[in-house]
């Protein structure tokens, strides 16, 4: 008989049923920085957040969040993909909690965040300024609640979309190579140290907001922007689904005006993470 284990994932109150599956757990150790087994036999099976199951050679899963079940072969693609999962039921487990796509890091004095389009290179950008000395909240989504605008580090590890450029400085390189967590031929797993990362639970005031625009052979630049421009952004990159319309636009409106405002144009990532760095660190 396969072995289930009923898994409860730090930050979270229903948990995650790994039936067959449970080979997983160990690269979820390389995913989850802060990852926390709570195992039990006799945790109430009623109160799942997904079901992850060996089909043949398929890891299979289900959730209140998907429509129909989402399939993978491969087990690192199996555990990123669960991090979906992970920021729904967060979302859900924390009313009033704001949800975006966004890059986010400890500049100055407060929480910068830098969101974009998908595929426009938060992450790597994320890891240069990890490599410039800058504590990294998340590369791809953080959690925003109600509290004057405050956002949550999750300590998930930043993850790169392989193959890295060719045009990575060496000292970069060497960087990424030395926190490499996990990797398979689609991503890797930066396993930064404590000051790199912030860790789980980490609450910092948002003070900042960078668009990031990448274009080919453009030098790295920071411009004004039109706080309007920044709303409309942030509007776009929510994906809580229990705040009424208002008060998400009432709350991205608040938490701009808050803000200092700019927009990031770059083609290097390492030339745009200076320029963050002299400039705003």
Not at 15 to 29: A, H, P, R, S, Y
């Amino acid at each position: 008989m396969a072995e289930k284990r009923l898994v409860r994932l730090r930050g979270l109150k229903r948990l995650i049923l790994f039936d067959g599956t449970v080979e997983l757990l160990d690269l979820c150790n390389r995913v989850f920085a802060d990852f926390s087994e709570e195992s039990r036999a006799h945790m109430n099976r009623d109160n799942l957040a997904a079901v992850i199951r060996r089909d043949s050679d398929w890891y299979v899963r289900r959730s209140r969040w998907l429509p129909e079940a989402v399939r993978h072969n491969d087990a690192l693609e199996a555990v990123c993909d669960l991090t979906v999962d992970y920021f729904h039921c967060f979302s859900e487990d924390n009313p009033g909690t704001l949800c975006l796509h966004t890059a986010a890091a400890k500049v100055g004095s407060g929480l910068m965040l830098f969101p974009g389009y998908y595929r426009q290179g938060k992450s790597l950008f994320t890891a240069h300024l990890a490599a410039q000395g800058i504590e990294i909240f998340t590369d791809d989504a953080l959690p925003v609640d109600d509290d004057n605008g405050f956002g949550t580090a999750m300590g998930l590890y930043p993850r790169l979309r392989q193959p890295l450029p060719d045009t990575t400085p060496g000292a970069v390189l060497s960087f990424i190579r030395s926190r490499i967590s996990v990797e398979n031929q689609n991503y890797i797993y930066l396993a930064l140290k404590p000051g790199e990362l912030a860790e789980f639970g980490t609450r910092e005031k948002i003070t900042g907001i960078t668009l990031l625009h990448r274009e080919r052979g453009r030098t790295a630049e920071l411009e004004e922007v039109s706080r309007a421009a920044v709303v409309k952004e942030l509007i776009l990159r929510n994906f809580a689904k229990d705040i009424e319309a208002l008060e998400i636009l009432d709350r991205v409106m608040a938490m701009v005006a808050a803000s200092d405002c700019y927009r990031l144009c770059y083609d290097d990532p390492a030339q745009a993470a200076a320029l963050i760095a002299r400039e705003l660190a």
